[in-house]
């Protein structure tokens, strides 16, 4: 009985060891996989950094002018500098505006790991050589990097009481109020990568198929960008009585590609069940050149026509003006000066202050089941 036994299982072996190679060589040619699994991403680390250039130098209109400068914000750059100079001028002002700069000069979003679906149609060439058309679909959105939502709150809660000691700093100014906010939108982009691969079997028969896997793919984001929205305002009277109303606006967004090509190595080990079915894991790595930038719109609003007219200065240099009636020139003290308020720079548009360099990586793993027709 103990032979017999043996006998059985060695026929059993040999059918489900043997169907494998049969299939492979004989009939069914094409694949057709679906799987689900985790992508783990890189993010860029690297990259050139380009801000807004310093703002145009003007003298104040005043009865002792001082240099100042146009700026289009306060929250970042030249502006949040002329800021700070401005106020550390004054000698008793503790407060300063801490500068959104190093979240203009990195990556506003970041890539996490996270689950992935797919499905791969492929078509054997030989019985070592398949070519594969796939798809795979990333669940995790690209989110704000938390180090940049905290620069970003930072510098929100700077802005109130760095505006707030700077009025009072005349005890001849009325303060109205000074707001700054923060609006972060996580948006809803998420990554779909479509490839080509040819992929190579190091054995060409047995249940058992390890292959290597090589080839092209694009990599494309689908949904809305994540983006921050500053706005800040400050309202109050100077003096002699004329009314100050300015309002500070940013946006900074992820300006990434929307459309990259890749290269993609990988491997895995097919198990075939039977002629007609089988299971697949698969780990496949995909190479792009990396295409993260974030992009900085601001737009600066001094309310005019409002009464009494006037404007007003810092008593340090450089100075801060602040006006609500002309942006004409005037001569002060024989020197050729600027009316308007330093917060009248040209807006800012679509400035693209970082951008990527090197390469960044996807990995996605995963585990599914084929059919053979």
Not at 22 to 28: E, F, K, L, P
């Amino acid at each position: 009985m103990r032979g017999e036994g043996r006998l059985v299982v060695l026929c059993v072996m040999a059918l489900v060891f043997g169907s494998s190679a049969v299939a492979q060589t004989v009939g069914a040619r094409w694949e057709v996989e679906v799987h689900g699994g985790g992508m783990l991403p890189s993010n860029p680390t690297s990259g050139t950094v380009s801000l807004p250039p310093p703002g145009a130098v003007f003298m104040t209109a005043v009865a002792n002018p001082s240099e100042s400068r146009r700026e289009p914000s306060w929250y970042f750059g030249d502006g949040a500098l002329l800021f700070n100079q401005a106020v550390a001028a004054l000698a008793q002002l503790p407060d300063r505006i801490v500068p959104l700069d190093p979240v203009l000069g990195r990556s506003l979003g970041e890539r996490r790991s996270g689950g992935s679906v797919g499905m791969r149609v492929s078509r054997m060439l030989t019985p070592r050589l398949s070519a594969e058309l796939g798809i795979d679909y990333g669940f995790e959105r690209l989110r704000i990097a938390p180090e940049n939502s905290e620069t970003i709150e930072a510098t929100r809660a700077s802005f109130i009481p760095a505006f707030e000691g700077m009025i009072r700093f005349n005890p001849n100014r009325v303060l109205n109020s000074v707001t700054s906010s923060a609006t972060l939108e996580e948006g809803g982009a998420r990554e779909l990568i479509s490839s080509g691969a040819l992929l190579i079997n190091l054995r060409t028969n047995g249940a058992l198929i390890p292959y290597a896997a090589i080839g092209v793919g694009l990599a494309s984001i689908t949904g809305e960008m994540p983006a921050a929205r500053m706005l800040g305002n400050y309202q109050f009277r100077l003096p002699a009585g004329p009314p100050v109303n300015e309002t500070d606006t940013v946006t900074v967004s992820d300006g990434r590609d929307r459309h990259t090509a890749a290269g993609i190595l990988g491997g895995g080990v097919k198990y075939n069940v039977s002629s007609r079915w089988g299971l697949r894991f698969d780990a496949r790595v995909t190479i792009s050149k990396s295409h993260a930038s974030t992009i900085l719109d601001a737009t600066p609003n001094v309310a005019l026509g409002i009464t009494p007219a006037g404007r007003g200065a810092l008593g340090g240099n450089p100075s801060i003006q602040f006006s609500n009636n002309s942006t004409d020139p005037v001569l002060s003290m024989g020197l050729t000066a600027v009316a308007a308020s330093s917060l009248t720079g040209p807006p800012v548009t679509a400035a693209r202050t970082f951008v990527g360099t090197g390469a960044v990586n996807r990995t996605n793993i995963t585990f599914g089941a084929f059919w053979r027709f």
